[in-house]
């Protein structure tokens, strides 16, 4: 599913049509002073999902552009309010993106090796206890907070307990912290500022595209018209049938939730030649670190999801 974007599967017909149609119509203008009809149908369709007041959407043209967006609001919105809050709280083995503040809040060496850390960001594991002690320390030069809700994608597909959110949602209320999720892979939610005197400037040239919207659209509708939460619990249904009860001395722990499974090996060799014997039995699958995973089309067959995890068992009973 192309590192996780394509829920919809390749070449989807309405996908592919909606995109012709619109751009027979117009192809782009970019939002400085302008608008146009799909991205005001898609800003209200998002909003239908939003809580609460967060009903404005500002348009990024990619996930690490969306996370330093993100970042540069939280701390010009402390900035508006006369306050000098420089730091940001992330968590252990984030991963945000590959621009610069998206990488200085991410927190994994195998990624951005290259680069230098800079001070200012705090991670702390997604246990409860370090996270109040990270408030209760840090909380006045604490401009916002950044998690990727409940599934660490690239940072090892580590799954942790909604509790936590919950936990830091009081904690971010309580002392005047922004909550940033970072969704990219799991969700959408963006807002910002309608004073231009205290306005974000930052205008992607490509933001908000009509062809972006007009494709973005047409997924939404297949989304909801389709019942696809009842094919992620479905997907889900089948993972844990096949992959919860599997066990292999080389597996350190297997993780389910959602269209996601993560293998988790103790050594990363064990996992060294695994992409190529995937590929020649008909499955595209790419391990990295220790961590042999799924991250599904929603679009998926039962037949197709079960050679997946045949693929990834087999591997381990040949080898």
Same mark, same amino acid.
């Given at each position: 599913s192309s590192w996780w974007c394509m829920i919809h599967g390749y070449k989807h017909p309405e996908l592919t049509e909606a995109i012709k149609e619109q751009a027979v119509r117009f192809c782009h203008v970019m939002l400085g002073g302008l608008t146009h009809e799909p991205v005001e149908k898609l800003s209200a369709k998002l909003q239908e999902f939003l809580p609460g007041d967060l009903d404005y959407c500002f348009f990024s043209d990619s996930g690490s552009v969306a996370v330093e967006v993100s970042l540069k609001m939280a701390l010009q919105y402390n900035t508006n309010q006369g306050r000098k809050r420089p730091l940001v709280l992330a968590l252990e083995h984030a991963y945000h993106g590959d621009t610069f503040k998206a990488m200085e809040v991410g927190d994994d060496e195998d990624y951005h090796f290259a680069f230098d850390k800079k001070e200012g960001v705090v991670h702390i594991p997604t246990e409860i206890p370090a996270l109040e002690e990270a408030f209760e320390q840090y909380h006045d030069r604490?401009?916002?907070?950044?998690?990727?809700?409940?599934?660490?994608?690239?940072?090892?597909?580590?799954?942790?307990?909604?509790?936590?959110?919950?936990?830091?949602?009081?904690?971010?209320?309580?002392? *005047?912290?922004?909550?940033?999720?970072?969704?990219?892979?799991?969700?959408?939610?963006?807002?910002?500022? *309608?004073?231009?005197?205290?306005?974000? /400037?930052?205008?992607?040239?490509?933001?908000?595209?009509?062809?972006?919207?007009?494709?973005?659209?047409?997924?939404?509708?297949?989304?909801?018209?389709? *019942?696809? /939460?009842?094919?992620?619990?479905?997907?889900?249904?089948?993972?844990?049938?096949?992959?919860?009860?599997?066990?292999?001395?080389?597996?350190?722990?297997?993780?389910?939730?959602?269209?996601?499974?993560?293998?988790?090996?103790?050594?990363?060799? *064990?996992?060294?030649?695994?992409?190529?014997?995937?590929?020649?039995?008909?499955?595209?699958?790419?391990?990295?670190?220790?961590? /042999?995973?799924? /991250?599904?089309?929603?679009?998926?067959?039962?037949?197709?999801?079960?050679?997946?995890?045949?693929?990834?068992?087999?591997?381990?009973?040949?080898?």
């Open positions: 604490l401009n916002c907070f950044i998690v990727e809700p409940l599934l660490q994608g690239a940072g090892g597909m580590r799954m942790y307990d909604i509790s936590f959110l919950k936990r830091a949602r009081e904690l971010c209320d309580q002392y *005047d912290v922004l909550l940033i999720f970072d969704e990219v892979a799991t969700g959408f939610g963006r807002t910002g500022s *309608d004073d231009d005197r205290l306005a974000l /400037m930052h205008g992607p040239t490509f933001m908000g595209n009509p062809l972006a919207c007009a494709v973005a659209l047409k997924g939404i509708e297949i989304f909801e018209r389709e *019942d696809y /939460m009842s094919k992620i619990r479905h997907i889900e249904q089948v993972s844990r049938g096949e992959m919860e009860a599997f066990t292999d001395p080389r597996i350190k722990e297997v993780r389910i939730m959602g269209g996601c499974v993560c293998v988790e090996v103790h050594d990363s060799r *064990d996992l060294e030649g695994f992409q190529q014997f995937a590929y020649e039995r008909g499955v595209f699958s790419r391990p990295f670190l220790n961590y /042999m995973y799924s /991250m599904v089309p929603y679009v998926i067959s039962d037949e197709e999801l079960i050679k997946i995890f045949d693929v990834m068992k087999e591997w381990f009973r040949e080898k």
